[in-house]
């Protein structure tokens, strides 16, 4: 006989009759509906949350590649006699200026693509000594766009031309390499600039998150970005070059100056209302545009009579000017 426990057939065979057969149920639509609306609320609650934890992450990942931007501006320093990169090297003719990159030879390189070499990062895989050669991307040499991420802010991370870039310099002050006239190659309107001319390096602003001449504008009258645009109105138009807040509108400089009428870029609050900020001695903060002296006209444009106490060499609230000194 076989040792195998055998369960008698009756206790499957349907129940004693005058006992209720309970059979599972599934749930109602109306049951089902309340599931649904508290699933959903519970997302609306998540979502801002979680938008603003990704906003915040892309803050701190922009402000990582400001802090590299020190090191390397630091080594480049080092290398180049004390001297600061200008903001871009000026257009003589289609083939000049031109620069070593990271052991390539770049035509107009931008002070980022100028740091290269000491921040250890290519910036672009294919640079070219002039303007009228493109690359194998059949972007032209002056208006390359940057390969790796570490130049471009992770929050604006289509912004890639080299012109309209995500990073803009304090050019006025630090490095501008613009000529006085047109017609002659030397000298420049200000650069080159010494560190050792800068009074206050915690307190002078080199490097920031930029928005462009769209700053110019209302903000309803602001475009969106477009890789190799020149217009005003866009977000990124000359982004390379960070205007400060104060500018003298007759004897000045400005980043749209062939503009007509001259437009001006500004720092660029696109952190949660917020800019991104590396400072001449390294250290790399969170400012709103109020902090670094802009002032904002009643239609929501950047003013040009803003405080330039953070910009200057100095520690003084003036516009540059060619008879700026020191």
């Known amino acids: 006989m076989s040792s ?27 049951e089902l509906l309340v599931v649904v609306g508290v699933i959903a609320l519970l997302i609306s ?12 992450a892309r803050s701190v990942q922009c402000l990582a590649h400001l802090h590299v931007f020190g090191q390397g501006m630091s080594i480049y320093v080092n290398e180049h006699h004390d001297g600061l990169p200008p903001g871009r090297l000026p257009k003589i003719d289609d083939c000049n200026s031109w620069a070593m990159i990271y052991g390539r030879v770049k035509y107009r390189p931008t002070f980022l693509s100028l740091m290269s070499g000491a921040v250890g990062l290519p910036p672009f895989s ?21 390969e790796p991420a570490n130049y471009v802010c992770p929050s604006v991370a289509h912004w890639t031309d080299e012109r309209n870039g995500a990073y803009g310099y304090n050019y006025h002050f630090l490095g501008n390499s613009r ?3 047109s017609n002659v190659h030397n000298p420049y309107k200000n650069w080159p600039v010494l560190l050792t001319q800068i009074r206050y390096p915690g307190r002078v602003v080199m490097i920031g998150d930029c928005m462009g001449t769209a700053a110019a504008y209302a903000p309803m009258d602001r475009w969106e970005y ?11 138009n000359e982004g390379f070059n960070l205007d ?7 004897n000045g400089e400005i980043a749209g ?70």
């Open 179 to 181: 000529l006085l006239d």
């Open 4 to 30: 195998q426990l055998r369960i008698p057939f009756r206790y499957f065979a349907d129940p004693p009759r005058g006992r209720l057969w309970i059979r599972p149920r599934g749930f109602t639509l109306i």
């Open 257 to 326: 100056y062939k503009h007509s009428p001259p437009v001006r870029s500004a720092a660029d609050p696109r952190h949660r209302g917020k800019t991104n900020i590396l400072w001449v001695d390294g250290h790399a903060k969170s400012h709103t545009l109020k902090e670094l002296g802009y002032v904002t006209n009643p239609d929501g444009s950047i003013g040009l009579d803003g405080d330039n106490a953070s910009w200057s060499t100095n520690g003084r609230d003036v516009g540059w000017t060619p008879s700026y000194r020191p």
């Open 126 to 146: 294919d640079p070219k000594r002039c303007k009228t050669e493109t690359d194998m991307f059949d972007e032209a040499g002056d208006r390359q766009n940057y």
């Open 45 to 56: 609650i998540l979502l801002p949350t979680l938008g603003a934890a990704r906003q915040q």
């Open 244 to 250: 400060p807040p104060r500018i003298d509108p007759v």
């Open 226 to 236: 477009a890789n190799n645009a020149r217009d005003a109105e866009r977000y990124g």
